[in-house]
């Protein structure tokens, strides 16, 4: 079974300060996994994916993930928070189908 | 590539009347999912077809609400009798084959009074 937990449903952050959204996996099978983010009032868009190969994913807009299989983690960062980075962010884990965790809120300080 | 559309973008209705949700996949995707997203309880997927065959839809929440894919470039959801608590912002996507990777419309925005 897959599932994700995504632990702080609100992270704030000063402008130019480091982003960290933690999210942590269950999978019973090599997993494939995902980032989205959510702008108010539009859809999911696709932030950056592991499938295989290197650990370190770069995404659109300066976010960055890395797979660490022994602590079944995928935490997003960013090293420079911009006022348009915020958002609602998703993380998600594939099997065949997508199982999403609870999101997480970003907001920046300017 | 104009992406996954998805029609009306907003809905409002009252209590007890039928609604339809439509999805245009984009063009050579052949999985197609419907979630719901609620405050709370989140993103949920209702139901997803593969080359337009229904394959799971243990997340339909109960009779009232039903889907179909008459073929790869069409999709509906409908509710039928439609309740208060059926209101959320329901989004379509979609995948090309051998891909994981989701793609979603814009959302409908669902108002049931």
């Known amino acids: 079974a897959q599932s994700v937990t995504q632990l702080g449903s609100h992270v704030s952050v000063s402008e130019g300060a480091l982003v960290l959204l933690r999210c942590n996996y269950s999978?019973?099978?090599?997993?494939?996994l995902f980032w989205y983010v959510q702008y108010p009032n539009q859809g999911l868009q696709l932030l950056l994916k592991?499938?295989?190969?290197?650990?370190l994913v770069k995404g659109i807009n300066g976010f960055e993930a890395e797979f660490k299989k022994s602590e079944t983690s995928f935490h997003l960062t960013k090293p420079s928070a911009h006022m348009s980075d915020a958002a609602e962010y998703f993380c998600?884990?594939?099997?065949?189908?997508?199982?999403f965790g609870t999101g997480t809120r970003l907001t920046v300080i300017p | 590539d104009a992406g996954v559309i998805q029609s009306p973008r907003h809905e409002v209705t009252e209590m007890g009347q039928e609604v339809t949700l439509r999805c245009k996949p984009i063009?050579?995707?052949?999985?197609l999912f419907w979630y719901r997203q609620t405050m709370m309880r989140g993103l949920e997927l209702l139901i997803y077809?593969?080359?337009?065959?229904?394959?799971?839809d243990s997340g339909m929440p109960e009779d009232r609400f039903s889907a179909k894919m008459p073929n790869a470039s069409f999709s509906t959801l409908k509710i039928q009798p439609s309740e208060p608590r059926d209101s959320a912002v329901y989004f379509c996507?979609?995948?090309?084959?051998?891909?994981?990777?989701?793609?979603f419309g814009p959302g409908t925005r669902l108002l049931v009074l």
């Open positions: 996507a979609s995948t090309e084959p051998g891909s994981e990777t989701q793609y």
């Open positions: 999978s019973s099978v090599p997993p494939y």
């Open positions: 592991y499938t295989t190969g290197a650990t």
């Open positions: 998600a884990v594939s099997s065949n189908n997508l199982f």
């Open positions: 063009s050579g995707h052949n999985s």
């Open positions: 077809f593969n080359n337009n065959v229904p394959i799971d």
